[in-house]
């Protein structure tokens, strides 16, 4: 079965630094993967995602994650925080190409202080 | 055009009644999918949608849920004698069978009293 594991349920940067949300997963098969951001009360938007072409995947704002099969691990980066990334972040695994059900991990709080 | 959309935004219910949920997924899109997301939680999957078939729905948590999708377009998630365990925001998403995106509606937060 898949799983997803973040590691840290809160994590706070200050604003211009670098951000790092980690993410591990768990799939008999080779996984699609997915990084999704939630803004208070509105639904999931999609960041990014891996489909086992390049193991750099660029997103929107700035963001990129990076597979490595090695490690089963798919961290979510930024090289500079601005303040409106603060929220909540979740990486997402599919089996099924991502034409099935997500697993998603427990999500990560992301903070920027001024 | 117009996203997911999901109707009521908010429900409050007292325990034992039965809610209906909505989900107006994206025109075109095959696929429907239906999430719960208790509070500090990630999304965990209810359910699954290819056109009017329900493929998938191992993730309902007991038989007192129920999703229907007739015609192949709107989604309805019925739960019957509310619990207060099922308090919960519900998510929906659609998608194109062919992409592997997922697009979320906002969101119905239900809260059994």
């Known amino acids: 079965a898949q799983s997803v594991t973040q590691l840290g349920s809160h994590v706070s940067v200050s604003e211009g630094a670098l951000v790092l949300l980690r993410c591990n997963y768990s799939?008999?098969?080779?996984?699609?993967l997915f990084w999704y951001v939630q803004y208070p009360n509105q639904g999931l938007q999609l960041l990014l995602k891996y489909t086992s072409a390049a193991t750099l995947v660029k997103g929107i704002n700035g963001f990129e994650a990076e597979f490595k099969k090695s490690e089963t691990s798919f961290h979510l980066t930024k090289p500079s925080a601005h303040m409106s990334d603060a929220a909540e972040y979740f990486c997402a695994v599919s089996e099924g190409g991502g034409a099935d059900g997500l697993t998603f991990g427990k999500g990560t709080h992301l903070i920027i202080q001024p | 055009g117009a996203g997911v959309s999901q109707s009521p935004r908010y429900k409050v219910a007292k325990r034992g009644q039965d809610v209906a949920l909505r989900c107006d997924p994206i025109?075109?899109?095959?696929?429907l999918f239906w999430y719960q997301q208790a509070l500090g939680q990630g999304p965990e999957f209810l359910t699954y949608f290819q056109n009017e078939a329900q493929l998938d729905k191992s993730g309902l948590p007991s038989d007192r849920f129920f999703a229907e999708r007739p015609e192949g377009s709107v989604s309805t998630l019925k739960i019957q004698r509310t619990q207060q365990e099922d308090s919960a925001v519900y998510l929906c998403?659609?998608?194109?069978?062919?992409?592997?995106?997922?697009?979320f509606g906002p969101g119905t937060r239900l809260t059994v009293l």
């Open positions: 998403a659609s998608s194109l069978i062919s992409v592997n995106e997922q697009f």
């Open positions: 799939s008999s098969v080779p996984p699609y």
């Open positions: 025109s075109g899109h095959v696929s």
